[in-house]
């Protein structure tokens, strides 16, 4: 079974920075996208920055100049670097894939979910 497996995460003071990793677990032949999306309290899950297979990238406008996604090919994991944290970034972070694997076909599937508090 393929699943994603979330490190990082936890306390920081703001303008401090954190590194959450992504990683694949299973047997998969391509990773077509991955992202990082969150949850703040009181509000609906939203995406962070994504990536394609290609490379390309986005991010939310909130996070812009502050926050890198990047991947490892080698070992098809996925890392969001996030730099001068503010406390309005507190939040449920969660890794995202679309995937292609060779027991289900295309599949897209959720990591648990990690927690990041930016205290003032």
């Known amino acids: 079974q393929v699943q994603l497996v979330e490190s990082g995460g936890g306390l920081v003071q703001a303008g401090g920075s954190q590194r959450l990793s992504c990683a694949v677990s299973?047997?998969?032949?391509?990773?077509?996208?991955m992202g990082w999306y969150r949850r703040a309290p009181g509000k609906q899950r939203a995406l962070v920055a994504g990536m394609t297979s290609g490379g390309s990238t986005n991010y939310a406008d909130s996070v812009k100049g502050r926050f890198t996604i990047s991947r490892d090919n080698a070992k098809n994991t996925v890392s969001l670097q996030m730099n001068s944290l503010k406390p309005e970034d507190t939040a449920v972070y969660y890794c995202?894939?679309?995937?292609?694997?060779?027991?289900?076909?295309?599949?897209?599937?959720w990591g648990q979910g990690t927690q990041v508090t930016v205290s003032s």
């Open positions: 299973g047997s998969i032949f391509r990773i077509n996208a």
């Open positions: 995202n894939a679309d995937l292609s694997t060779y027991s289900n076909g295309r599949v897209n599937i």
